[in-house]
């Protein structure tokens, strides 16, 4: 069983920064694809970005090339998103998840571990 918890969101000017972060318990974390997905109320719970399991891939939705990067440090055991140039679109509650296979997927299905999430607001 893998438990993940996020951190690092917050309130931030529209311009601004924010890196978060996911810890994960268990001894399998560098053996899995971690995702990060966002969520804003009424709509589904949208695709931001996927790393494969050795950090040497990864993939973006199209709105956050180029503004959001997605990394790993499987000796801790976390995995980091670094939210630049925000926008308020991008005001969101952030989910880390964490699937049991090597690579990634965008699709939220195809992952089994998720965190509680935490909040990204953008003022603008």
Do not use: H
């Not at 001894?27 to 804003?40: I, L, P, V």
């Not at 965008?106 to 935490?118: H, K, N, P, V």
């Amino acid at each position: 069983q893998v438990q993940l918890v996020e951190s690092g969101g917050g309130l931030v000017q529209a311009g601004g920064s924010l890196r978060l972060s996911c810890a994960a318990s268990g001894r399998t974390f560098s053996s899995y694809a971690m995702a990060w997905f966002r969520q804003t109320p009424g709509k589904e719970r949208e695709f931001v970005a996927w790393i494969n399991w050795d950090g040497s891939r990864t993939n973006y939705a199209d709105s956050e090339k180029g503004r959001f990067t997605i990394s790993r440090d499987n000796a801790k055991s976390t995995v980091f998103l670094q939210l630049n140039s925000l926008k308020s679109d991008d005001t969101a509650v952030y989910y880390c998840a964490g699937r049991r296979y090597p690579y990634g997927s965008d699709w939220a299905r195809e992952y089994t571990y998720w965190g509680q999430g935490t909040q990204v607001t953008v003022s603008s």
